[in-house]
Each structure stands twice: as C-alpha cells, then as structure tokens.
C-alpha cells in the first residue's frame, strides 16, 4: 500500500504534458475513493490549474469530454468555473450539437456535472435533459458492461451516492477499461479492502456493544437496524481516521432509531408527554415518573452521554457533549409535537408541518454528535457554524425530511 501510494503521489505531483491528463488522474482517484490519501496535493494542483484556467479554456483543441470533466472535477473541488464553456458545443438554434449525441463518455461525464449545477444555471438544466434523454437512446447499443455502467448512472447519479459503494462499482467498471492504468488500479483495490477490514472490525465491536445492551428483547417494538444505523455512518465519515467518530454516531443515529420508534408506535401520549419532561430536565431522579420500559431507554440515553463525558481527552469537550444534550431535546421535543398532532387527529399546515420537521429530521444533531470526537476541531466556531442554521444545513434537513416522508407514503400506499 504505500509503495503504491507513494507512487500514486509522484505521478500526480509531476508536471504533465496536458493539464486534461492530470485532471483525469484526479477524477480516477475520486472515482476510486482514494482521494482522500492525496487532499493537500490534489488541492496544490487543483489551484495550479485553476490559475492556468483562462489559457486552457481559450484552447479550441479540447473535445467534449474534456471539457465536461474539467467542469466536473473543479466544481467538486469548489472552483467556479461557469457553464458557459458548454456553450462551444451548441448549435445556432441553441441546442446542443448532434455532433456529441454519439459521445457515450462525454455525454455521461456532462450528465454528471448537471448534479453540480446551482440555482439559474439554465444551460445545465438543459444538458441533464439532453444528457438523459440521449444516453436511454443509446444504451441498447452499447456493450453490456457500458450499458450497465450507464444505467447505474441514470438511476442514481456520483453525487447522490456514498463513496464506499461508487468506488466498489467503478473499480469493477475500470477492470474493464483497455487502458486501465494497473497500478492505481491495484492501489484502489487495496485500499478498498484494508477499509473493509476497518469496518468488518468496527461492525463487530458496535454488533457486541448493541447485543450486550439487550434491548430489543427490553424493548421488543424497536426496529433493530445495527448494521444500517453503522452504514449511515460509513456515508458520512468513511476515512480510516475517523474511526471513533464513525462509531459513537452510530450508535447516536441507533438510540434516534429507539426514541422515534417510542414516539411514532409505542407511547401513550401521557408517557410521551412525562418523557419529553424528563429529557428537558435530564436528571435521573426524573425515572420515578416514567413507566418501566421507558426507563430503561431512558437510563440508556443518560448512560450513552456519561460514557462520552468520561472518554473526554479533546479540548472543549464538555462543550460539545453539552451542546449534543441541547440537540437531542430539540428532536425529542418535536416527536412529541407529532405525537400531539396524531393523538388530537389534527393535519397541520404544510408550512407549520415543515417547521417542526426539520427538527424531528434528525440532521441537525448529526454534526454536533460528529464533531466530538473529531480533533481538529478546535474552539466553537463549527458549532456556531452549525448553530447559525446556513442554507447548506437547512437544505439537508429540508431534503432528508421530505424524501422520508415520500417514501413512507410509498409504502403505505
């Protein structure tokens, strides 16, 4: 591994002949999920490039496919570059050229940079249509390893994906490719399998922390999700290094799962409304009020946050669990909400109906849960950060709360 590793460094660090070439090594190294071994080099090349960017562009030269993966590559990386370089490969009438409908490659990286598209940009609006529409046409012509590669595409997209499931897919697609680079090749397939080990391993220890608790037999209408509670946290922090930080929001999201569980089929709304108190006023003199199977989760939550304040060695960490605590009873106090709401058989507002849902989402809390155990994080400001509720944290929420309520309606429809 770092043999190969280091020989994945000096061919991204050296000067290339055509700068397409080193963006192409940078998107194979995204595709593959190994990026993250090479942050501060991809970052030096990526602003040596982006300086180069005026020059490269006036190049006449490039094709199509290029161009699009030059797009796609500094826009995920947060360079802004417009979507007016598409423009080259219109037509007078102002579609898009029938020159490129037979380019799988190019259409397929450009339907992929729509995703990376913001509000206004109607250039790429229309490319994901044309893209879309172009590629179903052509999928009955192509192999099936391309075709299939396509429709993976076409059913969900790089960016709406997790890194550990799109690097496992691409690194079967590229075994395929006739000028396969070998060594990144096998470079990505070990590493894949060393992080695979990681989570066998963390999977393991999480499965006999969750078995020793023994609560689905204490609390037997739970959902007993372990390993999805623990892929949840695979998709946020899939990094080697955050091993501690993947582990305990696991469990976080698992104990979410409890409490949710609890308010949405279980409580009577007299326990839910003496549990929501005892929460707000986290005090285990507080379990005397509760019904028996209450304390036992009630116990369990009160425990789960002592054990993180007792494993403390990080600066500010009685802060961050505190501000944890704070973001659990938001969540805990919008369940009731909905509680309320079923119990009275009152349908709210759509306005009034999303504002308390983007508490009950869950994802406000997920930041604060991640951030304890990650040590350069230092101070307050990204909990302020998170705090101050910006448009990126407030989307996530937004989209998390709609696409499970959609697909709950799916299933009980």
């Known amino acids: 591994m770092e043999l190969l590793k280091e020989k994945m460094k000096d061919v991204l660090v050296q000067p290339a002949k ?11 190294l995204c595709r593959f999920g190994v990026s993250y071994h090479f942050d501060n080099e ?5 602003n040596h490039i982006f300086i180069l960017l005026p020059k490269l562009l006036d190049n006449n030269n490039h094709d199509f496919y290029s161009i ?3 797009f ?89 994906d997790i890194d550990r499931r799109q690097a496992r897919e691409y690194i079967c697609f590229y075994e395929g490719e006739e000028s ?17 080990l990681l989570y ?51 469990k ?51 425990k789960f946050f002592d054990e993180i304040e007792n494993n403390g060695e990080i600066e500010n960490f009685g802060y961050r669990t505190s501000y944890a605590k704070e973001k659990l009873k ?15 058989g009152y349908i709210p507002p759509f306005d009034e109906f999303m504002h308390n849902g983007l508490y009950t989402s869950g994802h406000g809390a997920i930041p604060a849960i991640s951030f304890i155990r990650l040590e350069n994080i230092v101070g307050n400001k990204e909990y302020e950060w998170v705090e101050s509720n910006p448009k990126i944290i407030k989307s996530v929420k937004l989209l998390s709360r709609l696409i499970n309520d959609i697909t709950k309606r799916k299933v009980y429809f």
């Open 330 to 344: 938001e969540i805990v106090k919008g369940y009731f909400v909905e509680a309320q709401w079923f119990n009275d």
């Open 200 to 250: 066998k391993q963390e999977l393991a220890s999480l499965s006999r922390w969750w078995k020793d608790l023994n609560l689905v037999e204490k609390l037997p209408y739970i959902r007993d999700r372990i390993a999805e509670s623990y892929m949840w946290a695979v998709g946020i922090h899939f990094e080697p290094q955050y091993a501690l930080s993947r582990l305990m929001l696991a």
């Open 42 to 46: 991809i970052e030096e090349q990526l």
């Open 72 to 160: 796609r590559v500094m826009r995920q990386y947060g360079y802004k570059i417009s979507p007016d370089v598409f423009n080259k490969f219109k037509d007078k009438d102002g579609g898009f050229k029938k020159t490129i409908t037979s380019d799988v490659k190019g259409l397929l990286s450009l339907y992929e940079a729509t995703f990376l598209s913001i509000h206004g940009e109607d250039i790429l609006d229309e490319a994901l249509a044309f893209t879309r529409q172009q590629l179903e046409i052509l999928i009955p012509q192509l192999s099936p390893r391309v075709a299939n590669h396509v429709r993976k595409a076409l059913r969900q997209p790089n960016h709406h």
């Open 252 to 302: 976080y999201i698992q104990l979410l799962t409890l409490i949710d569980d609890t308010y949405d089929a279980y409580g009577t709304i007299d326990e839910l409304q003496t549990f929501t108190a005892a929460i707000e006023r986290w005090n285990i003199g507080e379990i005397n009020k509760l019904p028996d199977y209450m304390k036992v989760l009630y116990i369990f939550i009160l």
């Open 180 to 196: 396969r680079d070998e060594s990144l090749l096998k470079f990505a397939k070990l590493d894949f399998i060393r992080l695979q």
């Open 68 to 70: 699009t993966l030059l």
């Open 18 to 28: 055509e700068l397409i070439q080193k963006i192409e090594f940078i998107n194979l």
